[in-house]
């Protein structure tokens, strides 16, 4: 059964540095996502991404914030300068379509990407 | 903006137990509902969904779920739990407007199944 990957498993980044958080969607879904959960907390919308560029955003997707799909397959999320309060599990997702009326999309998740920073 | 409300915040059941887990959703409008777990150790896996028509139910691994509109519910059932259901359990909701299509996440249930 296809499966959303993700890369690193975790990470380790001093405060102030810029991680780039890498996800391999479902190849036939056209809908991305990046939510997190800060430890204890509860899973976070980030942000969602379409025919390259973003649908929706949250307010925690400020400016340092930023997501890519650089190519076919991969879909990042890149932190420009980390602060403590980033670090979470970052999870990406991916769906076949949105959401609409009268029907419904299901998000297929990623295992995460465990983010320290330091 | 809507909120999901997960009333069990830990739940510790033997084997054979039956098991109800509570949520309820603050939006008026129509809505996705979902049930997500997460095993310890792996990710977020779709445990169950409903979209629209019957509102009772049935997902992977003996779970259901009933959607009571007039409660803004949709509470997770299995009549006899086992001990490799131990898990975090996550209701979540789409709320279907204006083309968003975010997961609004409740805060999680912590399940554990003695033996």
């Known amino acids: 059964e296809p499966e959303v990957t993700q890369t690193p498993s975790h990470q380790v980044t001093q405060m102030g540095q810029e991680v780039i958080l890498r996800c391999v969607p479902i190849s036939n879904h056209l809908y991305f996502y990046w939510y997190r959960q800060i430890l204890g907390q509860k899973v976070e919308f980030l942000v969602s991404?379409?025919?390259?560029?973003?649908?929706?955003k949250s307010e925690i997707f400020d400016d340092q914030f930023s997501v890519e799909r650089p190519d076919g397959s991969n879909f990042t999320l890149k932190i420009r300068s980390t602060k403590l309060e980033d670090s979470a599990m970052y999870f990406c997702?991916?769906?076949?379509?949105?959401?609409?009326?009268?029907?419904?999309?299901?998000?297929?998740f990623g295992p995460g990407t465990r983010l320290l920073v330091l | 903006a809507q909120s999901v409300s997960q009333h069990n915040h830990h739940v510790i059941l033997s084997e054979a137990a039956s098991l109800e887990l509570g949520c309820n959703y603050s939006?008026?409008?129509?809505?996705?509902l979902f049930w997500y777990v997460q095993y310890p150790g792996q990710h977020l896996q779709l445990l169950l969904k409903?979209?629209?028509?019957?509102?009772l139910v049935k997902g992977i691994k003996g779970f259901e779920a009933e959607f009571i509109k007039s409660k803004f519910s949709f509470n997770l059932r299995k009549p006899s739990v086992q001990w490799s259901d131990t898990a975090e359990y996550f209701c979540a909701v789409i709320t279907l407007t204006g083309g968003g299509n975010k997961l609004t996440f409740g805060t999680g249930t912590q399940l554990k199944v003695e033996l």
């Open positions: 939006y008026g409008g129509t809505v996705n």
């Open positions: 409903y979209f629209s028509g019957d509102p």
């Open positions: 997702a991916s769906s076949e379509e949105a959401p609409r009326r009268g029907a419904g999309e299901t998000q297929y």
């Open positions: 991404f379409y025919n390259n560029e973003i649908s929706e």
